[in-house]
């Protein structure tokens, strides 16, 4: 059974920046890869940055160039940290984890808005 927690995420201005973190833990599990997904009101949840152990990483063509992702500080931990923000960076952002099936964290809010 994994758990992943997120901390991070809450209200900023267009341009502004945030970090958000994710941690997994948990036993008797392998992570193939993590990363972070939002979901905008109203539509499916979207795929932001993905990272692998080996450190392939993909990202979102509308966040490329503006959103960065790394591997955190423990062993199966990845950070976000978004910079330029859009007010259409508005969603729920969730950690995810691929060990064998799809983890998810519980979900935090990001709200870009003057």
């Known amino acids: 059974q994994v758990q992943l927690v997120e901390s991070g995420g809450g209200l900023v201005q267009p341009g502004g920046s945030l970090r958000l973190s994710c941690e997994a833990s948990?036993?008797?599990?392998?992570?193939?890869?993590m990363g972070w997904f939002r979901q905008h009101p109203g539509n499916e949840r979207e795929m932001v940055a993905t990272?692998?152990?080996?450190?392939?990483?993909a990202y979102a063509d509308s966040v490329r160039g503006r959103f960065t992702i790394s591997r955190g500080n423990r062993r199966y931990a990845v950070d976000l940290l978004m910079n330029n923000l859009r007010p259409d960076d508005t969603a729920v952002y969730y950690c995810?984890?691929?060990?064998?099936?799809?983890?998810w964290g519980q979900g935090t809010q990001v709200t870009v808005a003057s």
């Open positions: 948990g036993s008797g599990f392998r992570v193939y890869a």
């Open positions: 995810w984890a691929s060990t064998g099936g799809d983890s």
């Open positions: 990272i692998t152990p080996g450190g392939t990483i």
